[in-house]
């Protein structure tokens, strides 16, 4: 990637986040990231750190070969009437991160059979810990080596069916929302049960980042690790017989399952 030259047109949360992450990567020239912004004074940091920032997207297109789109789904196709003139066959990849837009819609915006990518980070994308879900049209391998090592600067990527990427929108990006609430509803618990909510905070954050690391790094189905933690006629057991009986898991799958549906409509 030291010779790709990747322009952001849209550095807002998300895409100030990837560009930061380019930018700190060591494959990565800092020369060669154009970060395009309304508001030139909110990337300074960008351009501190090697990054050319201007608010001209014809600019950017011309002296990139990886456009990515990290704007909101109604301005996609109003940017892309305006840089189309600019996007080449053979030389420009496109990369969207709108929610709902289809690579086949993006496409016939276009008038042009070049590589077009989405992407699906999260909000965690500002620690390099997101997950991005990844597909393309017209995409070679080597391509899509590309924009994979882009958002691998941002935490972990994996490519999937386009079919997928509504279901992908709901369990990377909204469900960290759904995991910040259970996090909240145990800090209330400990709270209760006696400790101040600072320490009840960095008791429960890290035991959530420690459940998800052993997930990560032993490779086991939950429940297996969950046998580790329940004795019989233990505390353990009890508190999940409980919250079972109550619906937590069902209604947790229920509120997957609603949010999916309202991104189908």
Known sequence: MKNEKVSVIGCGNLGRSIAKGLLEHQDFNSGNLIAIRRKLHLIEDLKNLGADVTNDNLYAVRNSNIILLAVKPYNVGKIISEIKP???????????????????????????????????????????????????????????????????????????????????????????????????????????????????????SQTVKGAAEMLQKNSNHPESEIDKVTTPKGCTIVGLNEMEHQGFSSSLIKGIVSSFQKIEK
């Open 86 to 204: 600019e996007v080449k066959e053979g030389q420009h990849i496109l990369v969207s991160l709108a929610t709902g837009l289809g690579t086949a819609e993006i496409s016939d915006m276009l008038d042009h059979k070049i590589p077009v990518f989405r992407g699906m980070p999260n909000i965690a994308a500002n620690i390099r810990e997101s997950v991005t879900c990844i597909c393309g049209r017209n995409t070679t391998q080597e391509q899509t080596e590309k924009i994979k090592f882009i958002f691998d600067a941002i935490g972990e990527s994996l490519i999937i069916n386009e079919e997928l990427m509504e279901a992908a929108t709901i369990l990377g990006a909204c469900g960290i929302a759904f995991v910040f609430r259970f996090i909240r509803a145990m800090i209330q618990g400990g709270i209760q049960i006696g400790f101040d909510a600072n320490t009840a905070n960095q008791i429960v």
